[in-house]
């Protein structure tokens, strides 16, 4: 902790020497920066990944057998891979670098006696700091005399309000680093800055987070391992099965080494990358932009979404939602923002109440920028909602203000917790007041008819989340100028304000209880302000988490990690950014959300609609089931291949297969028609079915029993056209090879993703595609010569490509009859 050098007087500030010796002590006023990682270190580091590991060996493999086709596409793949690895910690360098440039450029300080401006980074502790409306503060500081300061906490600590400062109130005259004054001025004492900010300890917490792999690098990372294992023994007892026959040990070796190739879909890390790359652009055109290619699949994998309440789950800006007048009861208020359309219902008996509230205020409202831009806030937000509600109801704030002149006023303090204005009347003067209502209502020889009605209804609508505000007046005929603590006011009404929650909160809300994902909400918001908006769209009470702090949310998401689950993050400011760094997936908003959030996140919402969520949730999941459709696939063909040349020998088929035709084979069934199974639509009920176990293996559920009677089948079939073709005198290699490269052809076609019409897709074009190259393979002279096959004749085809079909057509049955496959 760093003490600050004590101010003799606010007037004079700190000297050269105090300054010089404060500097010495702190340093700058700035967030330090870590060492950067050198290039080749962090290629290294990605290369050290079991699954790149096992790709490079597939590689230096089918470089020994002299296939150069499958050696680029599989180095290429490596690239792709390492470069997103490294992308990813570029990303977190470009939030901490947000985070710097949140920090004020520029500081006003008092110097020697002098008032001076100097970049930020020359504040040390003991500083005087001067504030006035629209100011960056440049360090955290101790408010020592200000005026109606208010400072815009929002991106800091979650508040959706700006938030009262008073000198000599313990917290409350605190204000800090990266934060917005907006309204008011004040002279402060720097005590903290740099890295011991406030904004410096969320950077701290943000350089801390290191990403953790995604579900699916885990699960893959297993799955290299144990397909690795399988790969080499498979290939070893095939091998020396061989030469107990006694082949020679080059025929072995060579046919080993090319089921080892086989058995490994080197084709998985494109399939996987292209899938994430189809999903992120379909994200885009949905309103989400990926900086992360793993992060559509992890948001398939959240078991848990904590999202933030201001800007994610409300709008972000102040709006009046109800009215009450003594006179005519509660009334409601209708529209969205700061634009100035909705309606009031009913709407008798409420002009002063609306009149008031424009006269009594000092903010605006500011029409959008640009086509599609929203209206702003200009000033406090609350006030601005107070105007946007005047013009509801028809009534002019600058035609008001022309007609109704200010010539005194009480600003709003933390002590009165109330403003007064003043106001030239037509026929007199008018004196309007507004304020909490527990003071406003304690007023000495304040007028209401129902006071105790008006206490209940402000406790009610308090209790349901609303900001309340009450309103009072009294006129004053032709004569001197009232006091502007005049008493005897009226109380003309009470006017119930809330961020409300976006239109489509409750029914997002929804659309994740049906698929299975918790919601929780956690906010720096007030208790009966979260808990109100939580029961508003659906949020369980036990899942709402109110005035937490950085470091709470930090341990919120940890916690939840450490129990297992697959945690997403919503948010949009500053205090959000270690928590979206820390969480498996974090998702920013990109139209009202800072840049530090932004630069922190895997997804950025442009629509700012967490709704995209949802859909991004869905993407994820279709990316994951897809995959395991290509596994199935994959690995089931690798099984087949397995066995029948492991048991072909037996049946008199001494080499069921040359190398380069199971090479051969190997390309056409895991190249193509692999990437386009990553391509599938969506199961049509994907969303309502509950998260996948975090830790469940990718071929678990039931996968690798599909895999296995799936391969078993397809070596059945294919050990039959053998045996045939043997005993008749046909070529009965060219006939395995057809047989075994259509059978895993056909089973491509029969996993497909179903419910989603006839429509051809990728999938079968690639199929068909793979069909004529396996064709050619046997009629086409110079394949022939490559790949050491014969002609068949047209008959032979037909019974062929009839016995092919059978695979597929008992996949195809076993899924009709189970919808758990």
């Not at 820390?582 to 997804?603: F, H, S, Y």
Request: proline share 6%.
């Amino acid at each position: 902790m760093t003490t600050a050098i004590p101010t003799d007087s606010l007037a004079t500030g700190l000297t050269d020497a105090q300054v010089a010796a404060a500097r010495a002590e702190v340093g700058a006023n700035t967030i330090p920066e870590a060492a950067r990682p050198k290039p080749w270190t962090r290629v290294l580091a990605q290369l050290r990944d079991p699954m790149i590991l096992l790709l490079l060996g597939a590689a230096a493999l089918a470089m020994v057998l002299g296939d150069l086709t499958d050696t680029t596409v599989i180095a290429l793949v490596v690239v792709l891979n390492t470069a997103v690895g490294v992308a990813q910690e570029l990303r977190a360098e470009r939030s901490l670098a947000a985070l710097r440039d949140l920090s004020a450029p520029t500081a006003r300080l008092v110097r020697n006696g002098h008032r001076v401006v100097l970049h930020a980074a020359e504040v040390v502790p003991g500083d005087v700091l001067v504030l006035e409306a629209g100011d960056i503060v440049a360090a955290d500081a101790v408010l020592r005399d200000g005026h109606h300061l208010q400072v815009d906490e929002a991106a800091l600590t979650g508040e959706s309000v700006p938030v009262d400062k008073r000198a000599g109130v313990a917290d409350v005259d605190l204000v800090y680093a990266g934060t917005v004054v907006t309204r008011g001025r004040g002279l402060c004492e720097v005590t903290q800055t740099g890295a011991r900010s406030s904004l410096g300890r969320i950077a701290t917490l943000l350089g801390e987070q290191r990403p953790r792999p995604t579900p699916l690098q885990r699960r893959l990372s297993g799955l290299g391992r144990v397909l690795a294992l399988a790969a080499i023994a498979l290939s070893a007892v095939v091998a020396v099965s061989g030469l107990l026959r006694g082949e020679s040990l080059a025929d072995m070796a060579l046919v080993g080494i090319s089921l080892a190739v086989a058995a490994v879909p080197e084709s998985l890390p494109a399939v996987v990358t292209l899938a994430l790359a189809l999903g992120a652009h379909r994200m885009a055109k949905r309103g989400g932009v990926v900086r992360s290619l793993p992060a559509v699949e992890t948001l398939g994998s959240v078991t848990v979404l904590a999202a933030d309440k201001t800007g994610t789950l409300t709008e972000g800006r102040m709006l009046v939602e109800r009215l009450w007048t003594p006179e005519c009861g509660e009334a409601g208020v209708t529209g969205a923002g700061y634009e100035p359309v909705g309606e009031i219902s009913p709407g008798t008996g409420l002009a002063r109440l609306l009149r008031d509230g424009a006269l009594c205020n000092d903010a605006d409202i500011a029409q959008p920028d640009e086509e599609g831009g929203i209206w702003r806030a200009v000033g406090d937000p609350t006030e601005a909602a107070l105007v946007v509600l005047a013009a509801k109801g028809g009534v002019d704030s600058a035609a008001l203000g022309e007609r109704y002149p200010r010539v005194a006023e009480i600003p709003f303090d933390h002590d009165s917790k109330r403003m007064t204005t003043v106001h030239r009347a037509p026929d007199g003067w008018l004196v309007v007041c507004k304020g909490a209502p527990e003071v406003l209502l304690d007023i000495p020889g304040l007028l209401c008819e129902v006071p105790a009605h008006a206490r209940e209804t402000a406790m009610s609508l308090a209790r349901k989340g609303y900001r309340v505000l009450a309103v009072a007046e009294r006129a004053y005929p032709e004569g001197p100028r009232p006091s502007a603590d005049a008493e005897g006011l009226v109380l003309v009404g009470l006017v119930a304000i809330i961020d409300p929650p976006r239109e489509s909160a409750a029914d997002v809300v929804a659309t994740f209880r049906r698929a299975g994902v918790r919601l929780l909400l956690i906010t720096g918001d007030h208790p009966h302000t979260a808990h109100a908006l939580a029961a508003r769209v659906g949020i369980d009470a036990d899942g709402v988490y109110a005035r937490t702090r950085p470091e709470q949310k930090l341990d919120i998401v940890a916690e939840l990690q450490a129990r297992g689950e697959v945690v997403a993050m919503t948010g949009d400011g500053v205090n959000d950014a270690p928590a979206l760094r820390r969480a498996d997936i974090g998702t920013a908003m990109g139209g009202e959300g800072t840049e530090v959030a932004r630069q922190a996140a895997d997804l950025v919402l442009t629509d700012d609609n967490l709704g995209t969520v949802a859909a991004a949730i869905e993407e994820g999941r279709r990316i994951y089931a897809n995959v395991r459709t290509f596994l199935r696939y994959a690995l089931a063909g690798g099984v087949a291949e397995v066995v029948v040349m492991l048991l072909g020998p037996l049946f008199g088929l001494a080499l069921p297969l040359l190398p380069a035709q199971i090479l051969w084979i190997n390309m056409l069934t895991h190249g193509l028609p692999g990437v386009a199974m990553g391509a599938e639509p969506a199961d049509p009920a994907i969303m309502r079915a509950r998260p996948r176990p975090p830790q469940q293996f990718i071929l678990g559920d039931g996968l690798w029993r599909r895999i296995a009677w799936t391969g078993a089948l397809i070596a059945a079939v294919t050990l039959g056209v053998g045996v045939w073709a043997s005993a008749t005198g046909r070529p009965w290699q060219s006939l395995i090879f057809l047989t075994l490269g259509l059978a895993q052809l056909g089973v491509a076609l029969a996993v497909r993703t179903r419910g989603t019409g006839l429509r051809p897709r990728f999938l079968d074009i690639a199929v068909a595609g793979a069909i004529l190259l396996q064709l050619g393979g046997v009629y086409l002279a110079p394949l022939r010569a490559l790949l050491g096959t014969e002609p068949v004749g047209l008959t032979d085809l037909a019974i062929v490509a009839g016995v092919a079909l059978l695979p597929g057509l008992a996949v195809l049955a076993a899924r009709l009859g189970s919808r758990s496959t």
